[in-house]
C-alpha cells in the first residue's frame, strides 16, 4: 500500500533508520490529511529506555501544553513513566498529570497505586505533586484514599507539602461535603503551623470549608497578626480578608462614644501608642470627670492587628494595599484611617485594570470620609488618554470630593472636560455639575447660568443632558427662574432627543402658572406631532393637557380632548391606559367620580425636588475591594461583613498556656544568653522601643511604617512582644540591664512606695512628677488597672513576690519557638529622676516639648461672634489663644466672651447639638448657668477642624433663644509649633518636593527689614515656631497640623536688595497654598 510513504512525502520527510520521527504540528497540513500517527515520535521517546529521550519528551509535551495545544492523546504513554527513577522526569510527568487527570479518569485511576507510593518518595516536590495529582482525579471512589493522603501530608516535615495538603482540602470539600468534620480537624492542626508557607493556603481552605468557625481562629490569632508581613502577597490578601471579619465580631466598634474620647492634656512621657491614638491614660480619670458611659479602649489585640498590616500599605502588590485599605476603613478609628488615602492614590498610576477597581472603592469611600482624599484632589484629575469608565469613576470621586472651598477649581475642571469628544463623558460631566449644585447651595445659581449656556451647543446630546439636569436643579426653586423655563419652552422645536423633550414638557405642566402664554402653544404644536413622537414623550403630553386643562380649561379644553382621543387609539398600551385614566379624572361625567372633585390636589400637587445622589451611596454595605463591590450585586461565595458587636467578647480566648518545660528553658537561656548582650551596651532597646511605638498619626504613619516593617522582619517575635510588654507597663526603662540588677531595683522602689502598690507602676509617674504624693501615685495606678484589659492585667507580676513567678505567656511570646534563638522578656527597671530628666531633654516628641519650649505668639485678635442686637442684648466674641486644648490635642482652642447688655440676666447658656461637616467636630464649654445684667463671662471650646478652613456652625442656646454662629479659622490657626534643629528642618524640607513645595516672589516694603517685625508678621499669621538659621536674611518657621500632623515648613529669604522668596513644604497641598496667600498679605501690607 502507497499510504506510508504517501503521508512521508506529505509531512516532510521521513526519518533515518533508528532515529525517533519529529513529526510536524497537525495543524500545519492540509484539512483533509490524516493525522492518525500524530504524536508517534513523542509515544516513541517516552517509551526508550533513554532519560535523557523521555526528559526531551516530556520537555516538548510541557510546552505544548503551555502553548494551549491539546496533549490529552499521550495520557497512556505518560502515564507509565510515573514510576521512573529520573526525577526531572518525574516532575514533568506530575506536572502533565496534574493537567489532564480529570479529563481521563479512569487512566489515571489505573495509576493509583504509583500515586500512592509517591506521597512516600524522599523527595518533598514528589510527594507535594503526588498529592497534587491524586486530589485533580474527581471521582468519589477514591474520597477515603485522598482523605488519607491529606492527612498524612498535614503531618509531613515539609512546609512545601503541609502546603499542598492545605490547597487538596477545597477540592476534595467540593467532591464529597459529608467529609467537613474531619477537614475541619485537619484545618485545625494546620492553622497552628507556624511557618509562613501554609498560613495562607490553610486560611483559604477554612474559608472556603468552614469560614463560620470562627474559634478555630482564636488561638492563633495573634500569630496569624505577626506572621503576615513575611506571607506571600496571596496568602496575606486572604488573611487579612479572613482577618477583617474575625475582628468585626470579636472587638468593639472603635466609632462608638467617638463624642466622649477624650484625651490627656499632660501625656505621659513614655506613653503608649495605643494611649496616644485613644487618649486613654491613667491619668484621664483625675484630670477630667469621666462621661456617663465608659470611654472607648481599643483590644491590644485589635491594636496589633492594625499596627501590624500598616507596613503592606508600601507593598508593591495592588491587591494587598487594597486588602489593607478596607481593613482599615472598615475597622481603624476615623483618627487612623486617613494612612490608607496615599496609598490608594498611589495605585492609579498603574494600570487602567487596577485604577477601575481601586477608583471603585475609592468613590464608595469618598462618600463618607471625604477629608480623607482631599489633599490629593489633584491626582483625580482626568486625562484625555483615560478609557471612558476612568474618567467617569474619576468624575464620581470629584463630585464627592467637591466643598465649598474647593468648588471653584473643581468647576473649571468641569468645565474643559464638557468640549471632550467622548459624548458619555460629556453627559456625565454636565449630571456631576447638577450634583455639585444640589450639594454646594453657593455654586447653584452659578452652575444654573452654565447649563443654559450649554443649551446653545451644537451638540445635541449636550443639549439633552443640559435640559434633564436643569430641569431637576429647577425644581428646588422655580419661581426665581421663569425666564429659564420660557428659554427651555422654545427649545422644543429644536431638539429631538426623547428625554431632554419629556423634561421640557413636564417643567412646562408643573410650573404653567410661570409661563401662562407660551405653555397652550407648546401643547399645540405638540397635538400636532403627537403620532410621531417617542413613548415617553406622548405621556408627559398627556400629562401637559390634565394640567393645562385644569388651570386654563378655556384655551385647552378643545385640544386636550384631541390629545386624549389620539392617546385613545396609540399603540402602546401604557399610553392607552393613561389617557383613559387621565379622561375620568379630569373631564367631570354624569356620574361624577369620588377622584375628579380632587384632580387639581393630585395632577398639580407640590412635588419635593429630587435628591441627586451618587450611585456608590449604598455600596457601603459590600465589604470593599471584594467582587460583589465592583458588581454592586451579591456574587456567589460572598460572605457578608458581620455587624459590631455590642459587648466585646471575653479577650482570653486568644491566650494561649503554655508548657511548663518551656517556661524554665525560656528562663534558663535568658540568664545564660542574655547578660552580656545587655550589660554591655546599655540604651540598647531605645531606638527599637522608638520604631515599635510610633504615633499612629496620619503623617507620620508614612515615614515610619519603613521602620516599622523593618523592626518586625529583623528581630524575632518574642522580641516584640517583649518591647509590647515594656510599652503596656509605661516603658519602665530605655537602658535595660541584667535580670539582678533589675530585681534590686524593684526592691529598692517597692521599699519607698506603700504596701500593695503594683511593681509596674509607670516610670515617668514616679520620676517625671517628683512634687506629687504618693498617695495620687496609687490612686491613678489602681484606676489605670482598672481600665486595662484582662489579658494586660495578666501580665502584671503581684508585688509581694521578688523573683517574676511563673506566669502565664500569650502567644506572641513563642511565635515560631526555638530554643536556642529565643530572646529574653527583661523585667522592666525604674528610672532614676536625673535620667528620667536627661532623657526628657534628649527627645523631641512634639507633644512633650511644644508646651515647655515654645511660648504661644498671640495671633488674630477677638473677633464678633454675636452682635449683641443680633443676640438680643447677649454679646459674644471669639480669640484663638493657641494654647492646647486641653480635651483634645488635635483640637483647636478657642476662647469665648460673653457680655451681658440687657437689662435681665441671661440663663443656661449652652452649645445646642451641631450638625457639622464630615471630620469636623467641637467639645462644647461647660453650661454657664446665669450671666446678670452687665457681668461678662468667658468659656473655652475646642474644635477639630480636620484641617480645613470649613466654617464650624453651631448654635449657642440660652433658656428661651437659640442663635445660630460660625466660626471659621485662618489657615494659620490649624497648626501648632515645632521645634526643629537647621539639619532637621532642611532634611525635612527635602523629603516635601515636587508639589508639595510652593514657592511665591514678593516684595517687602521698607517697613518690613528688621528681624523683628519679619517674625511678628509671620507668626501672627500662622501658629509656628522659629527654626534656628545660619544665614542673616533667611527666616525659617516649622509646624504641624493639629489633625493630622503633617509639617508645614515656611521658609522666607528677604533678600537686602530685590524681590524675596516664600517657600512653604508641606503634604496638605490646600494648607500651603493658602498660607502662602495669607504670609505674602501680612507681609506686604
Not at 1049 to 1071: C, F, H
Request: charged share 25%; proline share 6%; glycine share 6%.
Amino acid at each position: 500500500m502507497s499510504t506510508a510513504p504517501a503521508y512521508s512525502e506529505d509531512k516532510g520527510g521521513s526519518a533515518g533508520p533508528g532515529e525517533p520521527e519529529y513529526g510536524h504540528d497537525p495543524a500545519s497540513g492540509g484539512i483533509f490529511s490524516s493525522d492518525y500517527r500524530r504524536h508517534d515520535d513523542l509515544k516513541e521517546m517516552l517509551d526508550t529506555n533513554k532519560d535523557s529521550l523521555k526528559l526531551e519528551a516530556m520537555k516538548r509535551i510541557v510546552a505544548m501544553i503551555a502553548r494551549g495545544k491539546n496533549a490529552s492523546d499521550l495520557f497512556p504513554a505518560v502515564v507509565k513513566n510515573v514510576a521512573c527513577k529520573n526525577i526531572e522526569v518525574k516532575k514533568l510527568v506530575y506536572v502533565y498529570l496534574v493537567r489532564y487527570a480529570e479529563e481521563q479518569q479512569d487512566l489515571a485511576l489505573l495509576s493509583i497505586s504509583t500515586f500512592q507510593r509517591g506521597l512516600k518518595d524522599p523527595n518533598q516536590l514528589i510527594r507535594a505533586s503526588a498529592l497534587r495529582v491524586l486530589s485533580s482525579i474527581r471521582v468519589p471512589i477514591i474520597v477515603p484514599i485522598m482523605m488519607l493522603a491529606i492527612k498524612e501530608a498535614a503531618s509531613d516535615m515539609s512546609p512545601y507539602v503541609r502546603k499542598t495538603a492545605a490547597h487538596a482540602i477545597p477540592k476534595l470539600y467540593s467532591l464529597d461535603s459529608d467529609q467537613k468534620d474531619q477537614l475541619i480537624e485537619v484545618i485545625e492542626k494546620l492553622l497552628a503551623d507556624k511557618t509562613t508557607l501554609v498560613a495562607g493556603s490553610v486560611v483559604m481552605a477554612f474559608e472556603e470549608v468552614c469560614p463560620e468557625r470562627i474559634d478555630l481562629i482564636h488561638k492563633n490569632y495573634r500569630k496569624l497578626c505577626n506572621l503576615l508581613i513575611d506571607v506571600e502577597e496571596w496568602g496575606q490578601v486572604v488573611i487579612i480578608s479572613m482577618l477583617t471579619r474575625y475582628a468585626r465580631t470579636q472587638f468593639l466598634s472603635p466609632t462608638q462614644n467617638e463624642s466622649l474620647l477624650e484625651e490627656n492634656p499632660e501625656k505621659a512621657f513614655y506613653g503608649s501608642e495605643e494611649d496616644e491614638a485613644k487618649g486613654t491614660g491613667s491619668e484621664e480619670a483625675t484630670a477630667t470627670p469621666l462621661p456617663a458611659r465608659k470611654p472607648y479602649v481599643m483590644d491590644p489585640d485589635h491594636r496589633l492587628l492594625l499596627r501590624n498590616t500598616k507596613p503592606l500599605l508600601q507593598s508593591r502588590s495592588a491587591a494587598v494595599v487594597m486588602a489593607v485599605a478596607q481593613l482599615y476603613f472598615h475597622l481603624a478609628p476615623k483618627a487612623e484611617v486617613g494612612v490608607i488615602a496615599k496609598a490608594l492614590v498611589r495605585l492609579l498610576r498603574s494600570h487602567s485594570e487596577v485604577q477601575y477597581v481601586v477608583l471603585q472603592n475609592v468613590a464608595t469611600m469618598s462618600i463618607k470620609r471625604r477629608g480623607m482624599f482631599e489633599p490629593y484632589l489633584k491626582s483625580f484629575y482626568i486625562r484625555s488618554t483615560d478609557p471612558t469608565q476612568i474618567k467617569i469613576l474619576k468624575l464620581e470621586v470629584l463630585t464627592n470630593l467637591a466643598n465649598e472651598t474647593n468648588i471653584p477649581t473643581v468647576l473649571r475642571e468641569f468645565q474643559t472636560y464638557i468640549r471632550s469628544m467622548d459624548k458619555d463623558f460629556v453627559a456625565a460631566t454636565i449630571q456631576a455639575i447638577g450634583r455639585c449644585a444640589t450639594n454646594i447651595g453657593r455654586v447653584r445659581d452659578t452652575c444654573l447660568n452654565g447649563l443654559v449656556q450649554l443649551l446653545s451647543n451644537r451638540d445635541e446630546l449636550v443639549v439633552a443632558e443640559s435640559v434633564v439636569v436643569i430641569k431637576k436643579l429647577l425644581q428646588m426653586q422655580p419661581a426665581q427662574h421663569g425666564e429659564i423655563i420660557k428659554h427651555l419652552a422654545k427649545l422644543t422645536d429644536n431638539i429631538q432627543v426623547p428625554m431632554a423633550r419629556a423634561s421640557i414638557l413636564w417643567l412646562i405642566g408643573e410650573y404653567c402658572e410661570h409661563v401662562p402664554r407660551m405653555a397652550p402653544d407648546v401643547l399645540r404644536k405638540m397635538a400636532k406631532s403627537f403620532t410621531a413622537e417617542e413613548d415617553i414623550v406622548k405621556l408627559q403630553v398627556i400629562n401637559l393637557a390634565a394640567k393645562l386643562y385644569l388651570t386654563n380649561s378655556k384655551q385647552t379644553k378643545l385640544l386636550t380632548q384631541y390629545v386624549l382621543s389620539l392617546a385613545k387609539y396609540d399603540q402602546n398600551y401604557d399610553i392607552r391606559d393613561r389617557a383613559r385614566f387621565t379622561r375620568q379624572l379630569i373631564v367631570p361625567s354624569e356620574q361624577g367620580g369620588a377622584l375628579s372633585r380632587h384632580a387639581k390636589k393630585l395632577f398639580l400637587a407640590p412635588k419635593p425636588a429630587p435628591v441627586l445622589e451618587s450611585s456608590f451611596k449604598d455600596r457601603d454595605h459590600f465589604q470593599l475591594g471584594s467582587l460583589s463591590h465592583l458588581l454592586n450585586a451579591k456574587a456567589t461565595g460572598y460572605q457578608e461583613l458581620p455587624d459590631w458587636p455590642e459587648e466585646a467578647p471575653d479577650p482570653s480566648v486568644r491566650n494561649v498556656e503554655v508548657p511548663e518545660w518551656t517556661k524554665c528553658s525560656n528562663r534558663e537561656k535568658r540568664k545564660e544568653k542574655e547578660k552580656p548582650f545587655y550589660s554591655d551596651s546599655e540604651g540598647e532597646s531605645g531606638p527599637t522601643e522608638s520604631a515599635d511605638s510610633e504615633p499612629e498619626s496620619e503623617s507620620e504613619s508614612d515615614s515610619k511604617s519603613s521602620s516599622e516593617s523593618g523592626s518586625g522582619e529583623s528581630s524575632s517575635e518574642s522580641d516584640n512582644e517583649d518591647q509590647d510588654e515594656d510599652e503596656d507597663k509605661g516603658r519602665g526603662s530605655e537602658s535595660e540591664q541584667s535580670e539582678e540588677e533589675g530585681e534590686k531595683k524593684k526592691r529598692k522602689k517597692r521599699k519607698k512606695l506603700p504596701e500593695g502598690h503594683g511593681e509596674d507602676s509607670s516610670s515617668d509617674e514616679g520620676s517625671d512628677s517628683s512634687s506629687s504624693s504618693s498617695e495620687s501615685e496609687v490612686t491613678s495606678e489602681s484606676e489605670e488597672e482598672q481600665d486595662e484589659p484582662a489579658s494586660w492585667k495578666r501580665k502584671t507580676p503581684p508585688s509581694s513576690k521578688s523573683a517574676p513567678a511563673a506566669k502565664e505567656i500569650s502567644l506572641l511570646d513563642l511565635e515560631d519557638f526555638t530554643p536556642p534563638s529565643i530572646q529574653p522578656v527583661s523585667p522592666p527597671t525604674v528610672v532614676s529622676t536625673s535620667l528620667a530628666a536627661d532623657l526628657e531633654g534628649l527627645t523631641l516628641t512634639d507633644s512633650s516639648l511644644v508646651p515647655s519650649l515654645l511660648s504661644p505668639v498671640p495671633g488674630v485678635g477677638r473677633q464678633e461672634l454675636l452682635h449683641r442686637v443680633a443676640g438680643e442684648g447677649l454679646a459674644v466674641d471669639y480669640a484663638f489663644s493657641r494654647q492646647p486644648f486641653s480635651g483634645d490635642p488635635h483640637m483647636v482652642s478657642v476662647h469665648i466672651y460673653f457680655s451681658n447688655s440687657s437689662e435681665t440676666p441671661i440663663k443656661g447658656l449652652h452649645v445646642g447639638t451641631p450638625k457639622l461637616p464630615a471630620g469636623i467636630s467641637i467639645q462644647e464649654f461647660p453650661e454657664i448657668e446665669s450671666l446678670a445684667p452687665g457681668e461678662s463671662a468667658t468659656a473655652i471650646m475646642g474644635i477639630n477642624f480636620c484641617d480645613s478652613t470649613q466654617a464650624a456652625n453651631f448654635q449657642l442656646c440660652t433658656q428661651t433663644r437659640q442663635f445660630y454662629v460660625s466660626i471659621q479659622p485662618p489657615v494659620g490657626e490649624l497648626m501648632a509649633p515645632v521645634f526643629m534643629s537647621e539639619n532637621e528642618f532642611k532634611k525635612e524640607q527635602g523629603k516635601l518636593t515636587g508639589m508639595n513645595e510652593i514657592t511665591e516672589k514678593l516684595t517687602l516694603p521698607d517697613a518690613c527689614r528688621s528681624d523683628h517685625i519679619v517674625v511678628q508678621k509671620v507668626t501672627a499669621t500662622a501658629n509656628l515656631g522659629r527654626v534656628p538659621c545660619g544665614t542673616s536674611d533667611e527666616y525659617r518657621f516649622a509646624g504641624r497640623t493639629l489633625t493630622s500632623g503633617s509639617l508645614v515648613l515656611l521658609t522666607l529669604d528677604a533678600r537686602p536688595t530685590g524681590t524675596a522668596q516664600l517657600i512653604v513644604n508641606s503634604e496638605k497641598m490646600v494648607i500651603g497654598t493658602m498660607l502662602v496667600k495669607d504670609v505674602i498679605q501680612a507681609l506686604t501690607q
